[in-house]
């Protein structure tokens, strides 16, 4: 039996639709199974979005170790504090001092403004200061290299210049998206008029901080430029420390 071959219009059009869907459908199925893979970047950015909600590690119901170094560059002056500070959920931290060496001059106008300046800080509405897009502008900066791997790299901008605001760069690890760096000037800080620098420097270890260092350089009326390194460090409570 030969076959009957139909070549009216009709069937032609009909044909020319049955090839059009049979090779645009499976382009349209794969389409459906796209996705937008996010960088890397955007991922350390998120999860460092994500620490934000955490509770600072330092200001946790685990102890905290502080040494203090200050001085006046000028006069050739300087003075250290060591401490420990306690903190119980909702409650101010409590700072025991342990022991305190140096010259009075840096202990008096440097040491205790300094205390006094972080118990303001501490008093700001978490937050209004929180480094995150509701607050700063982020623009990224580029790529360096860590000890443990990489870091992108922000200039931040506040977008309101509110008392404890910073403009400057915050660096974040690749991984984790934590912040291991912080620089920059402060804007407007409480009881200082002088500008005000600082350096933060996160220590991590396998995702978790457990130390901080941070520089800070200003200066005061009538005593000329000052630098502090304050150390944190978290201690494990058993070692809890005792003023005499």
């Not at 139909?6 to 059009?13: G, I, K």
């Not at 909600?53 to 006046?72: W, Y």
Request: charged share 20%.
């Amino acid at each position: 039996m030969r076959p009957f071959f139909d070549f009216s219009p009709a069937c032609r059009h009909a044909c020319n639709l049955f090839l059009l869907i049979l090779f645009i459908a499976p382009i349209s199925r794969a389409s459906d199974f796209i996705q937008v893979v996010p960088s890397s970047r955007d991922v350390a950015f998120a999860r460092y979005l994500a620490s934000l909600e955490e509770r600072d590690p330092f200001r946790k119901s685990e102890p905290v170790g502080i040494l203090i170094e200050a001085s006046l560059g000028e006069l050739y002056k300087s003075a250290g504090l060591l401490a420990v500070r306690t903190q119980r959920p909702n409650e101010p931290g409590e700072v025991h001092v342990l022991q305190i060496a140096g010259d009075g001059t840096v202990v008096e106008e440097v040491i205790q403004r300094y205390f006094m300046v972080r118990e303001q800080m501490d008093m700001l509405p978490l937050d209004s200061i929180a480094i995150s897009p509701v607050n700063y502008k982020f623009h990224f900066a580029g790529e360096v290299k860590t000890e443990e791997g990489a870091a992108y790299i922000y200039d931040i901008t506040p977008k309101k210049n509110r008392p404890g605001t910073l403009s400057g760069r915050l660096w974040i690890d690749s991984s984790t998206g934590r912040e291991i760096m912080l620089t920059g000037h402060l804007l407007h800080l409480p009881a200082i008029a002088q500008p005000v620098e600082i350096v933060r420097d996160t220590k991590v270890i396998n995702g978790s901080v457990y130390a901080r260092v941070t520089h800070v350089a200003s200066a005061l009326p009538q005593l000329g430029p000052v630098e502090l390194v304050i150390t944190e460090r978290l201690l494990p409570p058993e070692s809890m420390l005792k003023p005499e």
